[in-house]
């Protein structure tokens, strides 16, 4: 593998840890600084098809409105690798909404990373 390719995934694979990092954080600000200005989010709710979110302030009211349901919220990261542009992550999402109800969720995100930001995240769940 060439060291520009290893370069172009290491730096793929760092910035989905770092925007992992602000997500747990709850720091949409610096989420969003990882984000490209034309960026997509698809979320996996509601089934079937999800709902697709363009542009960062799109995006950035999104994960505002859902930290505010769900303060809890976090990824626990067990597996992320790179290939190209894309960038799986896999892990366990928890939160506790308002009322104090738990749930754990078993999800997979598929990221396109391209000059270091994040211009694409596609966001699956199991269940």
């Known amino acids: ?6 370069q172009r995934l290491e ?7 770092d925007y992992n ?15 490209s200005d034309d960026c997509i989010y698809e ?6 098809d999800g709902t697709v979110y363009k542009g960062k ?5 999104f994960w505002q409105d859902q930290f505010t349901l769900f303060p809890t919220t976090r990824y626990q ?7 190209g542009e894309r960038c799986i992550l896999h892990g366990k999402f928890s939160e506790t909404d308002a009322t104090g ?6 999800r997979v995100d598929i990221f396109r ?11 699956y769940i199991k269940g």
């Open 11 to 17: 730096t793929a694979i760092r910035t989905i840890i």
């Open 1 to 6: 593998m060439s060291p520009i390719r290893l």
């Open 77 to 83: 990261i067990e597996d992320v690798f790179s290939f």
């Open 113 to 123: 990373v391209r000059g270091g930001l994040i211009c694409e995240q596609l966001a």
């Open 43 to 48: 979320s996996p709710a509601p089934a079937p």
């Open 101 to 106: 109800g738990e749930r754990t969720i078993r």
């Open 21 to 35: 990092e602000a997500f747990n954080k709850h720091d949409v600000a610096t989420m969003m600084q990882l984000m």
């Open 57 to 61: 302030a799109a995006i950035t009211q």
